[in-house]
């Protein structure tokens, strides 16, 4: 099994910052990449960021020069930093992985999500 938790959604003004962590447990060999996605009000899911265990990142360009993806590798850990936050970018983000389990299977998994809200 394995498991992708977020956290540190929450509420926030226009033009403030959050940090979105997200940490994949469980049964794993090898994360290849990870990424956020978003999921705002009567909106398809939409792509926010990716990065690759090399470090390539790719960016929505909604969120270029706003945002940046990060992650530390040996904790299967990424991050999501968020300035100068809009209220179009309210939405609930949910992490992603793709990934090979201990029995080498290819796996893509998701998040619960966490609700970020920019409103004044």
């Known amino acids: 099994q394995v498991q992708l938790v977020e956290s540190g959604g929450g509420l926030v003004q226009p033009g403030g910052s959050l940090r979105l962590s997200c940490v994949a447990s469980?049964?794993?060999?090898?994360?290849?990449?990870m990424g956020w996605y978003r999921q705002g009000p009567e909106k398809q899911r939409e792509l926010v960021a990716t990065?690759?265990?090399?470090?390539?990142?790719n960016y929505a360009d909604s969120v270029k020069g706003r945002f940046t993806i990060s992650r530390i590798n040996a904790k299967n850990t990424v991050y999501l930093q968020m300035n100068s936050l809009k209220p179009e970018d309210t939405a609930v983000y949910y992490c992603h992985a793709k990934l090979l389990d201990r029995n080498y299977n290819a796996l893509t998994a998701w998040g619960q999500g966490t609700l970020v809200t920019v409103s004044s």
């Open positions: 990065i690759t265990s090399s470090n390539t990142t």
């Open positions: 469980g049964s794993i060999f090898r994360v290849n990449a």
